[in-house]
């Protein structure tokens, strides 16, 4: 399901889960959901071998003093990181997010451990988290089922005689989180706020991405067949013959590429406005001939609506074109593969393992399944986060990290302020609007003021796939329930647990999950300049996606409304183009480069978010009289903030991983958060005393905030 919101995030997408899913711009939802199933294996229902520690804020093991930090400050700051971080075999990468996100889980583990293993006295609460993970761990129970569970669906699947009955099935299949031909949600209406709506996008593929079908080259070539091979076996294990499996594979990849053709790619999802096209419900089914869609809308249990956002019209004649054109058998194998790919981590081995080596091994060069104490403990947070989240926020969320939060977000949004008064390219109309837009933004910080009621939500003991399935009924409802309803704002679109952080246009809030609000990025243990460069860029980065290529777009109300004058958009526009450029130039891994398109909002976030926290931490300096002279540790300060900043993303990455990462997600890999914005800081060479013109400083640098 689809939650329609456009989420901004500091983490890289695919990372908590090690599967190099590509993330839709309008389908936050849909990650948690799809991550929570993808992800899942079953090997030993082992226990933690190692128990996981944070990174410190300020971690001089990482450091490699050898290296001039005017030259290369990613050096400097991280040089020894990948050696004495080495990438655990069931990890895509190691960096702070991957290191706390561990710690993290540890601690859900914990808790769900215990509550798995309580009496009739648990809560409600209790019973649901524990039950789910307990039944998600019973690996025993999942092989000695077999396909049992799943046989239901297969057989409606099965069933169809006629393509009249694809509605009604494909809604069945969505609303348990299947990825089956395209995507419905809900979403805060762009032009309206105020307002929530329904939204329909192009979905259905197996692979990452629409230009995982279309480029050309060998590597992409390969993971072609490897993903035919991949969904052969898929079909094989499920007790198709070899021949006509792979005879289903090749049909089902045929199909794929038409909608992929069709497909907007990753970098023109980013503007709202190619994903905007609200109209009436006749309009977008006058687009599908003889298909009932109301029929698909009463299986997804969605409302009758009126009008919907159409946020792809050119995916869906193509779609219904190539489904009046297939096979009806063709569709039968494809929907039965992706309720498979679905369903894996909760099906034996066998099925689990075939998913993880695709999406895993093959896409993001993992060796090995993370545990499965791992992977259910996330499963558990994916599905009852918020009943997780409360007992994780309690045993685990200090209160004085709250109220340094509140410091740190105030001092930054009132460096934003005077950054609007002090640029010299905004005119005096757009900078008013501008700060308009800064006094609405919302802070969130922590956990949400009412926690989610779960109630309705069947959770048993002895029953993985289906709580899985029920889990995802239940979100999809809920999120289908608010169409045509006031919106919440105190709603959180993460769970508390999460290493990640949130900017959401619509609303016009920036969101700080407990779970990052610790060591590495806010270390309660170190000086206000560490935090500052730590936590504080990652605060000033969802600030400034506010008025990013996309945020600019929308006003403080939430709506997609253009509130610049011609003349400062021109400027801003040569401002991101010099961004967009900048990283353009990195090669990320062989022949890659990073898409300076794909990921510019992401670095024009990085780039002001850092300068926010900067002009912030010298007004916080002065405030306590701090002596910028002095040194610490060796390094005065302001050598500390940009440490901080840097060590955000120290990091050790499978190369697979960064090729997924570079082609699906909006963020620059690790590395180059770094070096691009630390080029573009105006305090950084006073900072280390570097004179312009030497690799750090150059003599023309980018800057929008
Ligand atoms: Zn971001």
């Not at 077999?146 to 969505?174: F, H, M, N, Y």
């Not at 919907?308 to 219904?320: D, G, Q």
């Not at 105030?410 to 010299?424: F, K, P, S, T, Y």
């Amino acid at each position: 399901m689809l939650s329609g919101q456009i989420l901004r995030i500091t983490g890289h997408a695919g990372r908590r889960v090690g599967i190099g899913m590509a993330i839709a711009l309008v389908s936050a939802g849909a990650w948690t959901a799809g991550v929570a199933q993808q992800g899942k294996v079953a090997t030993e229902p082992g226990i933690p071998a190692e128990v996981y520690v944070p990174i410190p804020g300020f971690d001089k093991t990482s450091m490699d003093m050898a290296v001039n930090p005017c030259n290369d400050f990613y050096k400097f700051a991280c040089g020894k990181f990948a050696a004495n971080h080495p990438i655990p075999a069931d990890q895509p990468d190691v960096d702070e997010f991957y290191a706390l996100y561990n710690v993290n889980t540890q601690s859900l583990n914990g808790i769900l451990k215990k509550a798995a293993a309580g009496g009739a006295d648990r809560s409600p609460d209790e019973q649901k988290i524990g039950d789910y993970y307990k039944a998600c761990m019973n690996t025993d129970a999942i092989e000695a089922k077999g396909l049992a569970p799943l046989q239901p669906l297969l057989d409606s699947i099965d069933g169809i005689t006629s393509k009249d009955q694809l509605p009604a099935l494909v809604g069945e299949l969505q609303r348990m989180g299947v990825n089956a031909f395209f995507g419905f949600g809900e979403q805060q209406d762009f032009k309206d706020a105020t307002k929530q709506i329904a939204i329909v996008v192009q979905g259905g593929l197996g692979l990452p991405e629409k230009d995982y079908y279309l480029r050309t080259g060998a590597k992409d070539e390969t993971i072609r067949q490897q993903y035919v091979a991949h969904v052969t076996k898929m079909l094989t294990l499920a007790g198709s013959s070899p021949e006509q499996a792979l005879k289903d594979a090749q049909a089902i990849m045929s199909f794929e590429t038409a909608l992929a053709k069709a497909s907007l790619s990753v970098t023109d999802m980013r503007d709202p406005e190619n994903i905007y096209h609200l109209q009436p419900i006749a309009t977008f089914e006058a687009n599908m001939p003889g298909v009932d869609f109301g029929k698909f809308l009463d299986a997804m249990h969605s409302p009758r609506v009126g009008e919907l956002n159409n946020a792809t019209p050119a995916f869906f004649p193509v779609m219904v074109k190539e489904v009046d054109a297939a096979d009806l058998k063709t569709l039968k194998a494809y929907m039965r593969y992706q309720l498979l790919t679905t369903s894996a981590g909760r099906l034996p081995k066998r099925f689990d393992a075939e998913n993880f080596d695709f999406y895993g091994r093959i896409l993001n060069g993992q060796p090995e399944q993370a545990p499965r104490w791992k992977r259910c403990s996330n499963s558990v947070n994916g599905a009852l986060g918020e009943a997780l989240g409360k007992v994780y926020v309690e045993q685990y969320f200090a209160g004085d990290s709250k109220a340094k939060m509140v410091q740190m977000v105030g001092d930054i949004e009132a460096a934003m302020g005077r950054d609007i008064d002090q640029i010299d390219w905004m005119s005096p109309a757009t900078k008013v609007r501008a700060k308009e837009k800064l006094h609405d933004v919302a802070n969130k910080i922590g956990y949400p003021d009412k926690w989610r009621d779960y109630s309705k939500l069947e959770i048993r003991p002895d029953d993985a796939l289906g709580n899985a399935q029920r889990a995802d009924q239940f979100e999809n409802d809920r999120q289908l329930a608010k169409i045509g309803k006031p919106v919440d704002h105190s709603e959180w679109g993460m769970t508390p647990p999460e290493v990640n952080a949130y900017y959401n246009s619509s609303m016009n809030d920036i969101n700080f999950p407990a779970g990052i609000l610790q060591p590495a990025f806010y270390d309660p243990k170190q000086d206000d300049a560490v935090n500052y460069g730590h936590i504080g860029a990652v605060i000033g980065h969802e600030l400034t996606h506010g008025f990013d290529d996309e945020g600019k777009k929308f006003d403080g109300k939430g709506n997609l409304d253009d509130w610049w004058t011609a003349e400062d958009t021109k400027k801003f526009v040569e401002r991101t183009d010099c961004v967009a450029n900048e990283y353009g130039s990195f090669v990320a891994v062989d022949d890659v480069k990073v898409n300076g398109k794909l990921t510019l909002g992401e670095n024009t976030a990085d780039n002001g978010g850092l300068l926010l926290a900067y002009m912030a931490y010298m007004d916080r300096a002065k405030k306590e009289g701090v002596d910028l002279a002095a040194k610490k540790d060796g390094f005065t300060p302001l050598q500390h903030f940009y440490i901080g900043y840097a060590q955000n993303y120290c990091e050790n990455s499978r190369p697979e991983l960064i090729r997924t990462q570079v082609l699906t997600d909006p963020h620059s890999p690790d590395h180059f958060r770094v070096t691009g914005a630390i080029v573009n800081q105006p305090g950084f060479a006073a900072a280390f005393g570097c004179k312009k013109g030497s690799p750090m400083v150059p003599v023309n640098s980018c800057r929008v905030w």
